[in-house]
């Protein structure tokens, strides 16, 4: 198949934020009542969905947006001092002479992704950055992307590290990749079936057309 827009999820596909999320989950856990993640146990929450990792934690549904909201403007103070995913920094340019349209695809705020975007110099290969502030609104936003710039769904490649991320392409009908690089283990997102799965970066390179 060849895609001609690819779309990205940004925390943990585009920018390693494990850590610094972590950090910010432990910094304004208590204040919900919430116990604190050391790093060896974030290898155990990979093979989670984030259906499972709220249950796990204890997360009371309530308080989500509310926690989301804290920890997205809480980010916004480091997040431009993270780095990229190492070798995606190299393979973008490449890849985006291959295709069409680049976009961006998350759960952050628009403004968080802008400033780390910036602070790599990567701004300008991306056509548009959208976010969703709800953590399983992304399918709908995948649907107003195709209208939006009148696109065959086949002509589509949806990316991200997350089940959520290959879960919400595949409700919108579009294809999906899976990078293991991120928050899901490589053998929880080949449970989903994804079109596509792919270890390295530099993988990326050979599903756009040539």
Same mark, same amino acid.
């Given at each position: 198949?060849i895609?001609k827009?690819?779309?990205?999820?940004? *925390? #943990?596909?585009?920018? *390693?934020?494990?850590?610094e999320?972590?950090?910010?989950?432990?910094?304004i856990g208590p204040?919900?009542?919430?116990?604190q993640?050391?790093?060896?146990?974030?290898?155990?929450?990979r093979s989670?969905?984030?259906?499972?990792?709220?249950?796990?934690?204890?997360?009371p549904?309530?308080?989500i947006?509310?926690?989301?909201?804290? #920890? /997205?403007?809480?980010?916004k103070?480091?997040?431009?001092g993270l780095?990229?995913?190492?070798?995606v920094g190299?393979?973008l340019?490449a890849?985006? #002479?291959?295709?069409?349209?680049f %976009?961006?695809? /998350?759960s952050?705020?628009v403004?968080?992704v802008?400033?780390?975007?910036d602070?790599? #110099?990567?701004? %300008?290969?991306f056509?548009?950055?959208s976010?969703?502030?709800k953590?399983?609104g992304?399918?709908?936003?995948?649907?107003?992307?195709?209208?939006?710039?009148?696109?065959?769904a086949?002509?589509?490649?949806?990316? %991200?590290?997350?089940?959520?991320?290959?879960?919400?392409?595949?409700k919108? %009908?579009?294809?999906?990749?899976?990078?293991?690089?991120?928050?899901n283990?490589r053998?929880r997102?080949?449970?989903e079936?994804?079109d596509?799965?792919? *270890? /390295?970066?530099?993988? &990326? &390179?050979?599903?756009?057309?040539?």
């Open positions: 198949m895609y827009t690819i779309i990205f999820d940004f *925390d #943990g596909t585009i920018a *390693d934020t494990m850590e999320g972590r950090r910010i989950f432990n910094e204040a919900y009542g919430i116990r993640i050391s790093r060896e146990e974030m290898e155990g929450f989670y969905t984030i259906n499972q990792f709220i249950e796990e934690m204890k997360i549904k309530t308080k947006p509310f926690f989301i909201a804290k #920890g /997205t403007l809480a980010m103070r480091s997040i431009s780095p990229l995913i190492p070798g190299e393979i340019p890849l985006r #002479g291959q295709v069409d349209r %976009g961006i695809l /998350t952050n705020a403004d968080n802008e400033l780390f975007l602070s790599h #110099g990567i701004r %300008g290969l056509d548009f950055v976010s969703t502030s953590l399983t992304k399918s709908r936003h995948l649907n107003a992307t195709r209208k939006q710039y009148q696109l065959e086949a002509e589509m490649l949806y990316v %991200g590290d997350e089940v959520r991320d290959l879960q919400a392409a595949k919108a %009908g579009i294809p999906c990749a899976g990078v293991t690089w991120g928050f283990s053998e997102l080949a449970a079936n994804p596509h799965l792919v *270890d /390295t970066p530099a993988e &990326l &390179l050979h599903l756009a057309r040539h």
